[in-house]
């Protein structure tokens, strides 16, 4: 799976921002998706996961009732909208598929096979 992510940009705080991910190469709807963000001098951390009928979400806590996840598997795309921007959101985010992900795991780097090349998102105070 190809992946390029899309829509980072500068925004002031409590702005909005709407990430795009698109995907070629394999199945798309057969894939679990996922965002991860990377801010400097930290670790890659979990964002957001979608299931691969769409069904199923997952948020980390501090993106909880600000980002919403979801996916177009008609158009190979997922996506990521995120509202009331914080500084602290302020990152690299990256999107990611993996074909073998179970609930459990789906907050986990080492569960995703694919990454895109990241996107970045800065949010001003």
């Known amino acids: 799976v190809q992946l390029q992510a899309s829509g980072g940009g500068l925004v002031q705080a409590g702005g909005s921002l709407r990430l795009s991910c698109a995907a070629s190469g394999r199945t798309f709807s057969g894939v679990t998706m996922g965002w991860f963000r990377q801010a400097a001098g930290k670790e890659r951390a979990f964002v957001a996961a979608i299931f691969r009928s769409g069904g199923t979400t997952y948020y980390a806590d501090s993106v909880k009732g600000r980002f919403t996840i979801s996916r177009d598997n008609a158009k190979n795309a997922v996506y990521l909208q995120m509202n009331s921007l914080k500084p602290e959101d302020t990152a690299v985010y990256y999107c990611?598929?993996?074909?073998?992900?179970?609930?459990?795991?789906?907050?986990?780097?080492?569960?995703?096979?694919?990454w895109g090349q990241g996107t970045q998102v800065t949010v001003s105070s």
């Open positions: 990611a598929a993996g074909p073998r992900i179970i609930t459990t795991t789906a907050r986990m780097i080492t569960s995703y096979d694919y």
